[in-house]
């Protein structure tokens, strides 16, 4: 049996939650955590509780990311004229968009107050 553990409010964590998912959806979740930066667990609670999961650029997610973009490369190559483009890949694409977006607003707020005397 795991270790009990505290949460940021030192709440005990002691219930296990546990449920089944296709191999698809379980790789489609693989990525979405790869790509926040964030354990497993974590952002599965954030997503539970439909909180806003926060990605802070740091080299996991950076790594996540090119990870997962390399892996849509490669999907895309593979993707003839007759084929449609599967949700799940454009589900990939829509979350590495968002995270992007929201790293180069980051990015842009961080060069404004550099600029502001």
């Not at 998912?21 to 926040?36: C, G, K, Y």
């Not at 999907?75 to 449609?84: G, V």
Request: net charge negative; aromatic share 6%; proline share 3%.
């Amino acid at each position: 049996m795991t270790a009990k553990t505290m949460d940021n409010h030192n709440r005990w964590r002691s219930k296990t939650v546990a449920f089944r998912m296709s191999p698809e959806e379980a790789n489609q979740l693989d990525a979405f955590v790869q790509m926040s930066g964030l354990p497993k667990q974590d952002y599965l609670i954030q997503r539970a509780l439909q909180r806003e999961v926060i990605v802070n650029g740091n080299p996991r997610v950076y790594k996540g990311l090119r990870i997962q973009m390399e892996a849509i490369c490669d999907d895309l190559q593979h993707i003839s004229a007759e084929r449609f483009i599967d949700d799940e890949l454009l589900d990939r694409v829509e979350q590495i968009t968002s995270i992007m977006r929201g790293m180069m607003e980051e990015t842009n707020q961080d060069k404004e107050e550099l600029n502001d005397p």
